[in-house]
């Protein structure tokens, strides 16, 4: 389904042997794109550089970053942690990665989570409920901007104690 007139339409597959950084949003609403692969060289990807590639289910291929249910996460310097960088809009779809609902049941490396990315669940429209306290408890401290913007079905969101600070249009 065209999301908006942005964006490549036909491409559904892409590898990346040497390409180190990806720009913000570089994907942006490529529809069709479903498999993501790129090396360990690459080391940095903007912010949502998968918005709205609502058929994506396959993103790996780098040590410093790994794609479990549908949720893209970045190792961290210290080995033990994870920034949480995008949840993929094909998250709880029909034939999506994942189930419509975040938890850490469903998602364990929720755990470790140090940080999330400003707009990291941005209209992943399938999403109905995000849970991160039943069955462990996250450890971020804040919600950042546009975090949950553009879910319309989300209903409910609970949040670990450890959380201090809510941003802006959360």
Do not use: H
Request: one cysteine or more.
């Amino acid at each position: 389904k065209e999301q908006k007139e942005e964006g490549n339409d036909r491409l559904q597959s892409i590898e990346m042997a040497s390409v180190e950084y990806l720009p913000d949003q570089c994907f942006y609403s490529c529809e069709n794109l479903q498999k993501v692969l790129f090396s360990d060289a690459m080391t940095d990807v903007g912010s949502l550089p998968f918005e709205l590639c609502t058929n994506l289910l396959t993103v790996g291929g780098s040590s410093s970053y790994a794609c479990n249910n549908g949720i893209l996460y970045k190792n961290n310097p210290d080995g033990t942690t994870k920034t949480l960088v995008e949840c993929l809009a094909s998250r709880g779809t029909e034939n999506g990665p994942g189930q419509s609902t975040i938890s850490i049941k469903n998602d364990p490396d929720l755990l470790t989570v140090k940080e999330i990315e400003p707009g990291a669940f941005r209209n992943c429209e399938e999403l109905i409920s995000a849970d991160f306290v039943t069955g462990g408890t996250a450890q971020f401290t804040s919600v950042p901007e546009e975090c949950f913007m553009g879910d319309d079905l989300l209903a409910f969101v609970y949040l670990p104690e450890s959380v201090s600070y809510i941003a802006e249009n959360a």
